[in-house]
């Protein structure tokens, strides 16, 4: 099982990239059905600022070792996800990186989910969804979401450069056509959760697919 998994992400691959180019006006395009000037929005900005402010106040050393740790760990929560049995995840002692290893060949989707996918805030959105089932939503989980929205956004700039090793794995070509739309969509997810939850979330995606339907219309008038 694990095996048709992995090759059916394989065969994926260049239609996932060729999507997410697609897709990458319809992204900047959602951005403008925000309400931003809401009281969401602001503590959601405010979480941002806060982990900004705290990072600069925390030691270089620990700050890029919780960096290897979620992205060695986004590594192994796609590598479950896909059915491979994770085998050790290490961080090596001079903070030069660390290693996740499973049993499998594994997949593209393993290996670039950490530049691109927020693990910490989908784990604090679900964290925020098993609260709200018996509690009201407040701005102070707006704030945290915002936090590791910031953690998040920090992380992905921080490790896209020409010596990271993932990157030649997938493919240069592979990561300019994916990573922007794929950070783009992340992102707009997170907005949306925070201004309606879940309900929100099933609406972004709507409204991408309705984006992309109306750009692709555009195009098809303007050459025919």
């Known amino acids: 099982m694990r095996i048709l998994v992995d090759r059916l992400i394989e065969l994926l691959k260049w239609p996932a990239a060729v999507y997410m180019l697609f897709s990458f006006p319809a992204y900047i395009q959602s951005f403008y059905s925000f309400q931003f000037m809401?009281?969401?929005?602001?503590?959601?900005?405010?979480?941002?600022?806060?982990?900004?402010?705290?990072?600069?106040?925390?030691?270089a050393g620990i700050r890029t070792n919780i960096q290897i740790v979620a992205h060695e760990c986004t590594h192994a929560f796609f590598a479950l996800l896909t059915l491979h049995k994770v085998t050790h995840i290490r961080v090596e002692g001079d903070n030069?990186?660390?290693?996740?290893?499973?049993?499998?060949?594994?997949?593209?989707?393993?290996?670039?989910?950490?530049?691109?996918?927020?693990?910490?805030?989908?784990?604090?959105?679900?964290?925020?969804?098993?609260?709200?089932?018996?509690?009201?939503?407040?701005?102070?989980?707006?704030?945290?979401?915002?936090?590791?929205?910031?953690?998040?956004?920090?992380?992905?700039?921080?490790q896209i450069h020409e010596k990271q090793t993932d990157l030649p794995k997938v493919g240069y070509k592979f990561c300019v056509m994916f990573l922007p739309g794929a950070n783009l969509w992340a992102l707009g997810t997170i907005l949306a959760f925070n201004s309606r939850g879940w309900d929100g979330v099933w609406l972004y995606q709507r409204l991408i697919n309705y984006l992309n339907h109306k750009n692709y219309n555009l195009v098809i008038d303007f050459l025919f």
């Not at 600022?49 to 030691?59: C, D, V």
């Not at 030069?96 to 989908?122: D, H, Q, R, V």
């Open 38 to 59: 809401t009281w969401k929005y602001v503590a959601f900005a405010l979480g941002i600022a806060m982990f900004f402010i705290s990072r600069n106040m925390s030691e």
């Open 96 to 158: 030069s990186g660390g290693e996740m290893g499973f049993k499998g060949k594994g997949n593209w989707l393993i290996t670039i989910a950490p530049y691109f996918f927020p693990l910490f805030c989908f784990l604090c959105m679900g964290g925020i969804s098993l609260y709200t089932s018996f509690a009201p939503m407040n701005l102070f989980l707006n704030g945290v979401l915002g936090y590791f929205a910031g953690y998040h956004i920090d992380t992905v700039f921080s």
